[in-house]
T-cell receptor, first 113, second 110 residues
């Protein structure tokens, strides 16, 4: 595996389900990010982790819960989502959080019924 | 408030017809302007970073330029494989926080 990978690529869930999105980076980076991309809207930053520590929470509802066990892995735990949470969820990584380019994974297409 | 506006929203070109995409920005202290390309169903692919007014970068048929208020992505003699959504983002703040525009959907027809 190279670059940034995300699983699953597609996910359909009911409003009462609990599911998790997984991201893994194979670039040796120290910072990881979650973004949300809704139809015809700009990418929105959700969370930033640097060396496993959360450094940014962009006013995200508590039904989204991130977890970063190490610098290579990032999870987004989902529970009691709403239909408006349907979107493409993108993971990115960068060497650090100062001046470094962010590299994106392919995304997870989430549909909430 | 930091803001990025891209225009046009969509652009249709004939193969070989050169054009430019615009990214206007308002940010308190620019610490980098980024261009990405995004194909349907995929994540954004990094193209360029520009840091200061007057800077230019090129890659194949693409050239990115930067002024104090906007950036242009010039596409010379485009091919159908250049069809994608092009995203512009600016970096602002202490951490690596990117503010994205809504993108320009480019379609190049043979």
């Amino acid at each position: 595996e190279t670059g940034v990978t995300q699983t699953p690529r597609h996910l359909v869930m009911g409003m009462t389900n609990k599911k998790s999105l997984k991201c893994e980076q194979h670039l040796g980076h120290n910072a990881m990010y979650w973004y949300k991309q809704s139809a015809k809207k700009p990418l929105e930053l959700m969370f930033v982790y640097n060396f496993k520590e959360q450094t940014e929470n962009n006013s995200v509802p508590s039904r989204f819960s991130p977890e970063c066990p190490n610098s290579s892995h990032l999870f987004l735990h989902l529970h009691t989502l709403q239909p408006e949470d349907s979107a493409l969820y993108l993971c990115a990584s960068s060497q650090g959080t100062a001046q470094d380019t962010q590299y994106f994974g392919p995304g997870t297409r989430l549909t909430v019924l | 408030e930091d803001q990025v506006t891209q225009s046009p929203e969509a652009l249709r070109l004939q193969e070989g017809e050169s054009s430019s995409l615009n990214c206007s920005y308002t940010v308190s202290g620019l610490r980098g302007l980024f261009w990405y390309r995004q194909d349907p169903g995929k994540g954004p692919e990094f193209l360029f970073t520009l840091y200061s007014a007057g800077e230019e970068k090129e890659k194949e048929r693409l050239k990115a330029t930067l002024t104090k208020k906007e950036s242009f992505l010039h596409i010379t003699a485009p091919k159908p494989e250049d069809s994608a959504t092009y995203l512009c983002a600016v970096r602002s703040g202490g951490y690596n926080k990117l503010i994205f525009g809504a993108g320009t959907r480019l379609a190049v027809h043979p």
